[in-house]
């Protein structure tokens, strides 16, 4: 027996373009959904055993903080209640540094280090952040399980980082802003080699939609309207912080940041794309292992579903 992981997706209107298709490109096993969904979300639904272990594993789609929390090796680490307080650094470019701690349940709390390539979105770029949790708990009492869920949590957490905004807006949409994100999707059709009629739908949908916030004066975010930090470690895989904006604070310095060209911001993003992909062959490779032990053939097939 094999397992067949469905990966379904619908256009992420946060932004309105479908630029992060053309970033899957870098795994082998996303490349036939990046070249023929128009949509910049996956999500596994379910395993071959029939359980639902359902996880948003490229963009949120939510207005606000999630609750989705599954501490498998898996799947993402998401430690909402138990973060006590940290901060993070992305004064150097490139590069996120910083300390979190975390409440453990029956034992000390766990200082953990941030060593990440990376930079935060636009609204918080060049800066720090410092993370707040007034009544931090363990995760595992509401779960019912033993233990703290920050168990073989490394103290080390040495990666990529991922998508990290504070949540702030840039301000409204403008027509400028509008030609700068066009620019950035041009790039990306480019290395799809989607030519002819269809780069011509989809610089219109993606255009006609721009309009619409323009002219609604919509606030344009970088990437969510809510505090969202996530990173990929070495070792412990995704970690993801969805807060609320009272659990993080910029700190006030005056930051000269370089403005990035579209084509910067693509490779921005191709770089989280990446660390996203190798998370999901990981994930799927485990997925496989297990279909063995239970008498499957290992053979894992992703299937896209529109």
């Not at 080390?156 to 509008?178: F, M």
């Not at 950035?184 to 721009?210: F, P, Q, S």
Request: hydrophobic residues 35%; glycine residues 8%.
């Amino acid at each position: 027996m094999s397992c067949r992981v469905l990966l379904s997706g619908s256009l992420f209107e946060k932004r309105g373009e479908m630029k992060l298709m053309a970033l899957f490109s870098t795994s082998s096993l996303l490349h036939d959904a990046a070249s023929s969904a128009q949509n910049d979300i996956i999500k596994i639904k379910g395993s071959c055993r029939h359980t639902q272990i359902s996880s948003l594993l490229i963009r949120r789609a939510h207005d606000g903080p999630g609750l989705i929390i599954n501490n498998t090796t898996r799947m993402a680490h998401r430690p909402y209640e138990n973060l006590i307080d940290g901060e993070l650094d992305n004064r150097v470019p490139g590069n996120v540094t910083g300390f979190i701690r975390f409440f453990r349940r029956g034992k000390e709390p766990l200082k953990v280090i941030l060593v990440l390539k990376g930079d935060f979105h636009e609204d918080i770029r060049g800066k720090r952040i410092r993370l707040n949790n007034p009544q931090p708990s363990d995760r595992n009492e509401q779960l019912g399980r033993e233990g703290t869920y920050m168990e073989r949590f490394s103290v080390k957490q040495r990666g990529n980082a991922g998508d990290i905004t504070a949540g702030l807006s840039l301000g409204a949409w403008t027509p400028e802003l509008a030609q700068r994100l066009m620019a950035e999707n041009e790039l990306i059709w480019d290395g799809l080699l989607v030519t002819g009629a269809d780069r011509e739908k989809r610089r219109n949908d993606v255009a006609e939609w721009y309009q619409r916030q323009i002219d609604a004066n919509e606030l344009f975010y970088p990437y969510v309207a809510y505090p969202y930090i996530e990173w990929y470690s070495d070792v412990n895989g995704r970690v993801v912080l969805e807060l609320d904006p009272s659990q993080v604070e910029v700190l006030d310095e005056i930051v000269s940041v370089k403005e990035k060209t579209p084509a910067e911001f693509v490779k921005d993003e191709r770089k989280r794309s990446e660390a996203m992909g190798t998370y999901i062959s990981g994930m799927l490779e485990q997925l496989s292992t297990e279909n063995r032990e239970e008498g499957g053939d290992g053979q894992v097939s992703a299937v896209v579903i529109h």
